[in-house]
Nanobody, 123 residues
């Protein structure tokens, strides 16, 4: 599975962005999908994950009520809608695919990773 993320950019605090991650290869719907982020000088952190069918999501407390993950299996794409952005959301955002049966926050449990897309939130 190859993953291609896009949609990052510069936005003011309080604004919104939607990230997309397109997957190539077979069986996109057989993978749990997740978003992670890494800010400069910090470790990678989990953001949100979604089940294979899209009916179960799992998110980090830091994005609760602001970010929403979704997927379209017909389009082999997973999305991250980010609202009420804060300067501390500034990071490279990565999508990832896991063959696990349920959404997980552990990066080590993801098998494939896309390249990052940079989100910068100005104050």
């Amino acid at each position: 599975v190859q993953l291609q993320a896009c949609g990052g950019g510069l936005v003011q605090a309080g604004g919104s962005l939607r990230l997309s991650c397109a997957a190539s290869g077979r069986s996109f719907s057989s993978y749990v999908m997740g978003w992670f982020r890494q800010a400069p000088g910090k470790e990678r952190e989990f953001v949100e994950a979604i089940s294979r069918t899209g009916d179960v999501t799992y998110y980090a407390d830091s994005v609760k009520g602001r970010f929403t993950i979704s997927r379209d299996n017909a389009k082999n794409t997973v999305y991250l809608q980010m609202n009420s952005l804060k300067p501390e959301d500034t990071a490279d955002y990565y999508c990832a695919a896991s063959s696990r049966s349920r959404p997980t926050s552990y990066g080590s449990q993801y098998d494939y990773w896309g390249q990052g897309t940079l989100v910068t939130v100005s104050s």
